[in-house]
Structure formats: C-alpha cells, structure tokens
C-alpha cells in the first residue's frame, strides 16, 4: 500500500496583504525579458537591488502563499495574483501571466 502523499494547500492571502502586493506590482519597474532563452516565454521581472525591502516582502509572501507549479519546465513556487503568477529566482522577482502555466 502507497502511503498517502501530502500536498500542501495554498493559504488564502490576507486582504491587507493582497493590497500592499497589487500596490508593489503597480508601483515596481517591471523590464519584459528579452534574452535569448526568454524569447518563447514571455515574463517581466525586477531585480533584488532596485529596492530590497519590498522585493523581500513580495518573495516572503510568495513562500508563505504560494504554491508549487511549474513554468516552461521550470519548478518554483508561485503566487497567483490578479491573473499572474509571481516567483523569485535570485535576483529576479518574476512575473507572467497566470495562463502560462505548464498543465
């Protein structure tokens, strides 16, 4: 008999929190991704050295909210907000839209 397997759940984000995060994606200078490897895989993103601490705030929700997918073969935690997912990958923080998902 296979043991049961645990998934994690995804934690509902407090109101007070998906206000700060919707004001840090309006407010971030988010750059479209234009190297080679990205040209089939269209996401902006913003580096950790524009502004540390609401890239530490947004990447610590992430981790706290997000939840595990995969993106273009790429495994990270996601958070799904507003119709985009958000991941980090040092230093980026990155975002595409939430359609883009891998099924």
């Known amino acids: 008999m296979q043991a049961p397997r645990i998934l994690s759940k995804a934690k509902s984000v407090p109101p007070e929190i998906l206000k700060k995060l919707r004001a ?6 988010w750059r479209k991704a234009t190297s080679a490897p990205y040209r089939d895989a269209p996401h902006s993103y913003v580096i950790f050295f524009w502004a540390k601490r609401p ?11 997000g939840v595990y997918r995969t993106w273009r073969g790429h495994r990270y935690k996601y958070l799904v907000l507003d119709n985009e997912i958000f991941w980090t990958d ?11 998902l891998d099924r």
């Open 90 to 100: 040092w230093p980026a923080l990155n975002k595409a839209k939430a359609n883009t």
């Open 55 to 65: 890239w530490k705030f947004f990447a610590h929700k992430i981790r706290k909210y």
């Open 24 to 29: 840090l994606v309006r407010a971030s200078p």
